[in-house]
């Protein structure tokens, strides 16, 4: 029976990091199609983000049953609490990836993004892809080293996403308004998509020290 519940526990982490997958992939194909003004490529990580929720979904039944059924403590309870909150984030990094496409799609045939900040966009969704890769291997690994290295990535996207704040309210800015929204926006989508890859890191953090970073541990990545 215990083999039986630490297999269940392996097969939840493997959940998880194929979430981590597929929002990364979701993430790498909204950016291009943000980029190349591909509406199909918009549309496939539209039709595909029901696949992310489906797979959060699986996530939360499978830790529930684990805690209704096992009763487990210490690490293992750990690990199953960072599974249920990983999981929301790795779909919130979905809904992200999402809301990027739908731009691209909403503005199609014409770009979203004016040519003067479209490589700020690609190198954020290089960053933002890398982070979601990096948080499949932390999820497998345990790797306490590895998930705090997330962080100089994320802080790679911060600087870029203030970095566009100076550049649309320049007074020379000569895109408009609405582009001006765009472009805040679709920061915004990568900013916060970044935070959450570093939420489930702490949270692999956090199975294996017991301790939060940035909670009470006096300790952030």
Known sequence: MREAYHVELEQLADHLAAMSVQVA????????????????????????????????AQCEEQAYALLALQAPVATD?????????????????????LHVAKAARRRHPEPVLPEAVRPYFAEMGEVAVKLARQTEQVIKSKDIQAAKTLES???????????????????????????AVDVTLLGRFYERYADHAVSVAKRMIFVVTGKMPGYGSGEDI
């Open 25 to 56: 992939d979701a993430m790498e194909r909204a950016t291009r199609a943000l980029l190349e003004v591909d509406l199909s490529l918009a549309e496939q990580v539209i039709s595909d983000d029901a696949k992310v929720d489906d797979a959060r």
């Open 77 to 97: 309870l750990r690990t199953v609490l960072a599974a249920i909150h990983a999981a929301e984030s790795l779909e919130r990094m979905g809904d992200l990836a």
């Open 153 to 179: 990535d994320d802080d790679q996207v911060d600087d870029i996403h203030r970095h566009l704040f100076t550049v649309i309210m320049d007074r020379e800015w000569p895109h408009g308004v609405a582009a």
